[in-house]
């Protein structure tokens, strides 16, 4: 006798039921599949264009005769370089498979049915999923309005406002991403003030390094001490250049950290990517060299979209997100025919934009040739 088919969608929890699996910027070898092309760019997952360290690859080579070695589950080493780095001590620090590993550790610790988590619209799209993964509501805030200094932004006034006796935990992207937007110390540490002590606030730096140059940007792994209920999470993925590795990790109180690493699964950070993380830490001068380039070139990339009459958002990251309007899809497919690889941003609630990283002074030309072109086949 045939069964009857199985709706799997009404076996799951509810928080799954209604979230879509996260997109990330098509892989070069899809694009090669589908298009046939060889020749190919990729501006769309905010990669460091100059790689990794070269250090970290060595690092990562002498790792691999031990690959049928676990590894060290508690992170010593990557653990000690992180507490000088940081000047805090290895119990605040949890290691996680990038910083997105560890913002599901804070939902997974805090977040469940009755509680709800607050974050900006047009923020970071893992927050939403872990949030409703935990079987949490998400509240969503209005971002700051088109007009403002920050368009899109985070509007933190709004966000303090939507915290009450249900909300345990609150996102802030500092940068934001796909936005580009910041916050300056003053706000960010004004809104951590009106925070409760019972909300574990959870401030996302993935893009520091490339924003610590921003007059009055805050470091907010600074404010441990102040804040207890503060997590600050960081990722070796952009500026070091380490996205295959898989490697982030969270600043917190001791206690907070204790609770992240109960539910942290075993071994989750690599032997590989605790190696290469650990050389890429030392090796500063690759980090200058990354933040110099992203500086100048990012500059250019702006001056050079603003000159086409295409609006661009501030952003303190390595990428910029600019309105293509009603012509974004189009424009995207004939990129993608020419080998570039960007990123069209309206599942974030951007209709029309594109979010494009910035590359190499060679590919940013190519991109800006390539969206010339574009931008004239569809008008």
Known sequence: MASQPIDFTELAVPGVRGLAPYEPGKPMAELRREYGVDD????????????????????????????????????????????????????????????????????????????????????????????????????????????????????????????????????????????????????????????????????????????????????????????????VTRSFSKVHGLGGARVGYALSHPGVADLLNRVRQPFNCSAPAQAAALAALGDRDHVARSVALNREQRAWLRGELERMGLAVLPSAGNFLTFQMGDASAEVNEGLLRAGVIVRPVDNYGLPGAIRVTVGTAAENRRFITALERQRTRAA
């Open 40 to 231: 190919i760019i990729k501006l769309a997952s905010n990669e460091n264009p100059l790689g990794p360290s070269p250090a970290a690859v060595e690092a990562v080579q002498r790792s691999a005769g031990d690959l049928h070695r676990y590894p060290d589950g508690n992170g010593f080493e990557l653990k000690a370089a992180l507490a000088a780095h940081h000047g805090v001590a290895p119990e605040r620090i949890t290691l996680g498979n990038g910083s997105n590993d560890v913002l599901a550790l804070v939902a997974l610790a805090f977040l469940g049915p009755g509680r709800v988590s607050v974050f900006s619209a047009h923020a970071f799209a893992v927050y939403p999923i872990v949030t409703c993964a935990a079987g949490a509501t998400a509240r969503v805030v209005p971002a700051l309005g088109p007009e403002t200094a920050q368009p899109h932004g985070h509007d933190l006034e709004a966000m303090a406002a939507a915290l009450d006796g249900d909300t345990r935990v609150v996102f802030v992207a500092n940068p934001n991403n796909p936005t580009g937007t910041w916050v300056d110390e003053d706000a960010l540490g004004a809104f951590l003030d009106r925070v409760p002590p019972e909300v574990i606030a959870v401030v996302d730096e993935a893009y520091f390094e490339y924003a610590a140059e921003e007059d009055g940007f805050p470091d907010a792994s600074r404010w441990l001490d102040r804040y207890p209920n503060l997590v």
